[in-house]
C-alpha cells in the first residue's frame, strides 16, 4: 500500500511511521512494548495470546526480543494524539480490492469519487498559480513601460545635449575664424611696419645726400607721411579690435557630456570593431566576422600587404578613432595577451613593433604574473584580480585612455593621460597558442 506524507506545523510525516507492522494499519490505541517498538493494544495482545499457547514466552514481532513474564502493556498518550491528528488531516492509502473485504470495519471510498476531489483541488491549485503568474507578467509589464519611458526620456536629454555640443561648436568655429581673421590683419599690419620701416631708412640716406638730389629727397619725404599716416590707422584699429576677440575667445564656455562611472554610462559609447585582416600576423587567424583571432602553430596564408605585421603576432582594427569610444575584450582565463590602441604608422617589421615598445602604441598586458601598462618601451606593474575580460575607454579629445576589469563590478586597472596627435586603432596581441584543445583566441564583444 502507498503512504501518504502530511506536513504539521513546518514537520514532513510520512503514515507509515505511525502504523502497525501487524495490521499495517495506523496505530488504533498505540502501546509500546519494552524494546521500544509500538503496536495497536488488541494487535500486540494477540500476537502474545498465540505465542502463549504455541511456545510459552513471548517476543516483538519486529526485533524478536523475548520478553518473561508476559509485559504488562500500557497506552502511549503522545503517540495517540500524532495518530489522531494525522487521521484528522486526512491520508488515504490506496488498497486493493481485498484489503477492504478483510479490513471491513474501516472507512473506505471509491477511486472514482477521490479523483473527483483530489482533480477539485488540482483545479483550484492551478487557479492560484495561473492567478499569480498573471499578477508577476502585470508587474512585469509595468516595469518595461517604465524603463522605455525612462530610456525615452534619457534619449530625450542626449539629444538636446547633443544640440547644445554643436550649437557651442558651431560657436567656437565662428570665434576661431574671426580669430585668424585677426592675425592675418596683424601679419598684415606687420608687413606694412616692416615696409615702413625701409622707407624710413631710405628716407633718412636720401636726407644724408647730397643737395642735387633735394627735389628727390622731398619726393620720398611725401611718401613716408602719407605711409606714416597709414600706419597709424592700422594701430588704432588693432588696438581697439584685439582685446576685444582674445577676451570673447578665451571666455568661451563649450559644454562637453561628463565622463563616465557606470559600465551603462560607459556603453552609451561603445562603438563596433573588427580586425583588419591585412594586419593579422600569419600566425594569427581570424573568424568569419572578424571579430575573433586566434593564435595557431601553423601559418594562415595571407596576401602579401604593406600593413601586415611581420615580426609580432598581434593585429589591429580597421576603425581609427578620434572620439569617446568604448568596448571590450574576453578571453580564456589562463592565457597570454596584450589589449592595445595604436597609431597607424606603427613599425610593421621590426622586432619594435610590439605593442608597448614604441611611442606609437600603448598596451595592457595580461599573464599568469599579472598586469602590467607599456607604452614606449617603459613598463608599470598594475595591481589587479586577473580576470578574462577587460573594457577599453578612450576620450581622445581628453587624452584619457583607461583600462577596467568587467568580469564582475566595473574596476579601474590603469589610467593615461597623453595628448593624442592621430587617430588610434585598437589592436591585439597573442604570445602563445597553448594546445590543441585550448588554443589561444580573444574576441572583441558585441555591445551594440
Known amino acids: 500500500m502507498a503512504a501518504k506524507e502530511q506536513q ?209 629727397l622731398r619726393y620720398f619725404k611725401d611718401v613716408s607721411d602719407s605711409v606714416s599716416d597709414l600706419r597709424d590707422k592700422l594701430e588704432s584699429i588693432l588696438k581697439d579690435t584685439w582685446p576685444g576677440i582674445c577676451s570673447t575667445v578665451s571666455t568661451v564656455d563649450v559644454l562637453l557630456p561628463p565622463e563616465p562611472t557606470t559600465r551603462t554610462d ?53 576603425e581609427g578613432l578620434s572620439r569617446r569610444c568604448y568596448w571590450e575584450v574576453k578571453w580564456d582565463v589562463a592565457r597570454t595577451l596584450s589589449v592595445a590602441v595604436s597609431y597607424k604608422n606603427i613599425s610593421r617589421m621590426s622586432g619594435s613593433s610590439e605593442f608597448g615598445s614604441n611611442a606609437q602604441s600603448w598596451s595592457l598586458q595580461h599573464s599568469l604574473n599579472g598586469y602590467c601598462f607599456r607604452h614606449n618601451n617603459a613598463e608599470t606593474k598594475v595591481s589587479g584580480h586577473c580576470s578574462y575580460k577587460v573594457g577599453v575607454y578612450l576620450d581622445y579629445q581628453a587624452g584619457t585612455l583607461a583600462f577596467y576589469d568587467v568580469s564582475g563590478t566595473m574596476t579601474l586597472l590603469h589610467k593615461v593621460q597623453t595628448t593624442f596627435t592621430q587617430p588610434v586603432y585598437p589592436g591585439l596581441g597573442l604570445t602563445s597558442y597553448g594546445d590543441c584543445r585550448h588554443p589561444n583566441s580573444a574576441e572583441l564583444m558585441k555591445l551594440w
Open 8 to 216: 504539521q506545523h513546518g514537520v514532513i510525516l510520512d503514515q507509515d511511521q505511525f502504523c502497525c507492522s501487524v495490521c499495517l494499519d495506523l496505530l488504533k490505541e498505540p502501546v509500546t512494548i519494552q524494546c521500544g517498538h509500538s503496536y495497536c493494544r488488541r494487535c500486540i495482545e494477540i500476537c502474545w495470546d498465540q505465542e502463549e499457547k504455541k511456545k510459552g514466552f513471548y517476543s516483538c514481532p519486529q526485533c524478536r526480543e523475548s520478553f518473561t513474564p508476559r509485559p504488562v502493556v500500557r497506552k502511549n498518550n503522545m503517540l495517540a494524539e500524532v495518530v489522531e491528528k494525522l487521521k484528522k488531516t486526512g491520508g488515504q492509502k490506496c488498497v486493493c480490492y481485498l484489503c477492504t473485504l478483510e479490513r471491513k470495519h474501516h472507512d473506505t471510498v471509491s477511486a472514482a469519487a477521490e479523483r473527483v476531489g483530489k482533480r477539485k483541488q488540482l483545479v483550484a491549485s492551478q487557479q492560484k498559480v495561473q492567478e499569480g503568474r498573471v499578477n508577476e507578467r502585470s508587474h512585469t509589464v509595468d516595469d518595461l513601460k517604465c524603463s522605455a519611458q525612462a530610456a525615452v526620456k534619457a534619449c530625450e536629454k542626449l539629444s538636446e545635449l547633443i544640440s547644445s555640443v554643436q550649437r557651442r561648436c558651431s560657436k567656437v568655429k565662428q570665434l576661431i575664424r574671426l580669430d585668424k581673421t585677426a592675425v592675418r590683419q596683424a601679419e598684415e599690419i606687420l608687413l606694412q611696419l616692416k615696409r615702413i620701416n625701409t622707407l624710413w631708412s631710405t628716407d633718412t640716406k636720401l636726407e644724408q645726400s647730397s643737395p642735387c638730389e633735394f627735389l628727390l
Open 266 to 318: 560607459f556603453l552609451t559609447y561603445c562603438c563596433p570593431l573588427t580586425f583588419d585582416v591585412n594586419s593579422a600576423h600569419r600566425y594569427l587567424s581570424l573568424s568569419k566576422d572578424n571579430r575573433r583571432v586566434t593564435k595557431t602553430s601553423t601559418e594562415t596564408v595571407y596576401p602579401l600587404h604593406s600593413d601586415r605585421f611581420i615580426r609580432v603576432s598581434q593585429v589591429l582594427c580597421r
